[in-house]
């Protein structure tokens, strides 16, 4: 089935969904962030909660529909070495070595790529090197590490070791500074792209941290009439009104952000329930809401196994609500595939697109 969104000269088709919740094994509690590994697998960091303590990352073999595979688990719930409490942000290095932040304990632990646990780095504080609820990281070109340290304001760099490098950024909302920032991202030239998410941007920074421009503005999603208000369950709110999505470059609250080999920009539009396309120069081209009409295979087994759950299924008055994004959290741009993987929080499941480059729409002579 090609559920397909094209704007100028670029198509995005639908191809299919990865997850269902879990607490652990093969699916998701509440992803937060993720990553794509050298190979290809993607790493998911779970958030989880206080009822299923299902804290994890998870490594994933995506494949085409009904391939994915769960290869690994590991970072799960405890205060001991190799163990997460809040699980943040996840980064994958050229040695496949995999970072992982934890919010609750202001620290980063490493691993390999099986998931065995290697050493573990980070100081709580505001100094310096010091680390306050950090969230998204990622991995340069030359081996180090970039941090997004959230409760300060400011990204860090680190070597591998955790030995603090340089910083950048301030508390504000002018060019460079930030409000809780998210995500962060990597473009071919090593220009650093962030979540700036209660300023409702993200900005774009040079590899020495230095201001190059500013990505959205803030718009909330219009709530209909007849409607109470907007619910954790997504943007779908009354049976007979449609969703009222704003323009592509509005933003509330943006999560993460990726950068494809051609320079658009994908950014989750976590508040929206969306995904924002922008072109290399921040100019708005699109949004994509969520296909999944397809039950993932995961999901599927879930029903099969349980027949109530079919039932209940088929008393929904309108199951469109369930094939569109609740609060997407991260996004991620494979270059190898084209593939364009956003993190479907809520849903706790994976929903993936495919950007077809150099579109052209068929001519009809009449």
């Keep these: 089935m090609a559920l397909t969104t094209y704007v ?22 509440y ?14 960091a779970n958030r989880g909660n206080e009822n299923t303590f299902a804290m994890r ?3 994933v073999k995506i494949g085409g529909p009904g391939e994915e595979e769960l290869l690994a688990e590991f970072a799960t719930y405890g205060e001991t070495d190799g163990h997460s409490i809040w699980p943040f942000g996840v980064a994958v290095d050229k040695h496949d070595n995999v970072y992982v932040t934890d919010e609750w304990t202001n620290t980063v632990s490493v691993f390999d790529a099986a998931g065995k646990f290697i050493r ?12 306050k609820n950090p969230a998204g990281i990622i991995c340069d070109a030359g081996g180090n590490v970039i941090v997004v340290d959230s409760g300060n304001d400011r990204l860090q760099v680190f070597t591998p070791d955790g030995k603090a490098l340089t910083q950048c950024g301030r508390s504000g909302s002018g060019k460079g500074e930030f409000n809780k920032p998210w995500g962060i991202t990597l473009d071919n030239e090593g220009n650093i792209y962030v979540a700036d998410w209660k300023n409702h941007r993200v900005q774009k920074l040079s590899p020495s941290g230095e201001f190059i421009m500013s990505i959205g503005t803030y718009g909330t999603l219009p709530v209909p009439e007849n409607a109470f208000a907007v619910s954790y369950l997504g943007p779908f709110i009354s049976h007979t009104d449609p969703p009222g999505y704003p323009k592509a470059g509005i933003l509330n609250h943006p999560t993460d952000v990726a950068v494809d080999p051609d320079g658009d920009i994908y950014v989750a539009d ?34 099969d196994a349980n027949p109530d759950m ?11 609500a369930l094939w569109r ?9 494979d270059p190898k595939t084209d593939r364009i993987i956003v993190a ?17 729409e068929f001519q009809a002579n009449l």
């Design 344 to 360: 479907d929080s809520q849903r706790n499941r994976l929903q993936i697109y495919r950007k077809v480059r150099n579109y052209v």
């Design 270 to 303: 976590w508040g929206n329930h969306r995904l924002c396309i922008f072109d290399a120069k921040g100019t708005p081209l699109t949004h994509l809401v969520g296909d999944a009409q397809i039950m993932s295979k995961w999901g599927q087994q879930s029903i």
């Design 120 to 131: 573990k780095w980070g100081t709580p504080g505001t100094g310096p090197g010091e680390l």
């Design 8 to 29: 100028k000269g670029r198509a995005y088709d639908w191809s299919h969904a990865i997850g269902r919740a879990a607490a652990n094994g093969t699916g998701f509690n």
């Design 325 to 333: 994004f609740c609060f997407p959290t991260a996004v991620d741009f």
């Design 310 to 320: 079919m039932k209940a299924y088929r008393r929904a008055r309108n199951i469109e």
């Design 57 to 59: 990352v998870n490594r």
């Design 31 to 44: 992803p937060q962030t993720m990553c794509l590994g050298n190979d290809g697998d993607i790493f998911v």
